[in-house]
Nanobody, 123 residues
Framework: QLQASGGGLVQAGGSLRLSCVAS????????MGWFRQVPGKEREFVTA????????DYADSVKGRFTISRDNAKNAVYLQMNGLKPEDTAVYYC??????????????????WGQGTLVTVSS
């Protein structure tokens, strides 16, 4: 089970830090990542990190503004979001799993999903 938290309302240009903690199993050898979805639109990839943290992938729309990190001892993944824009408004979902030691930027790669946390950026 993945539990995401940290969403909220922030003004444009502000920052938020999302957290996602896994329970019930360890993901220390699997990728963890974040996706987001606006109602009525397709879910989109935001960022992901491989098991060791040595490899990351970011959507072009968030490069330079968002940073993913993880703590395998805590079975957790984080998303630091800076320079937020109104177009970042969405429900953010954490994801984990997939091929061991792999990294994916497509939702079909991941086996486990959090419940989502809403991020709203006002202009």
């Amino acid at each position: 089970q993945l539990q995401a938290s940290g969403g909220g309302l922030v003004q444009a240009g502000g920052s938020l830090r999302l957290s996602c903690v896994a329970s019930g199993r360890t993901f220390s050898t699997y990728a963890m990542g974040w996706f987001r979805q606006v109602p009525g639109k397709e879910r989109e990839f935001v960022t992901a990190m491989n098991w060791s943290g040595a490899r990351t992938d970011y959507a072009d729309s968030v490069k330079g503004r968002f940073t993913i990190s993880r703590d395998n001892a805590k079975n957790a993944v984080y998303l630091q979001m800076n320079g937020l824009k109104p177009e970042d408004t969405a429900v953010y979902y954490c994801a984990a799993g997939g091929r061991r030691y792999g990294l994916g930027n497509d939702g079909s790669f991941y086996d486990y999903w959090g419940q989502g946390t809403l991020v709203t950026v006002s202009s």
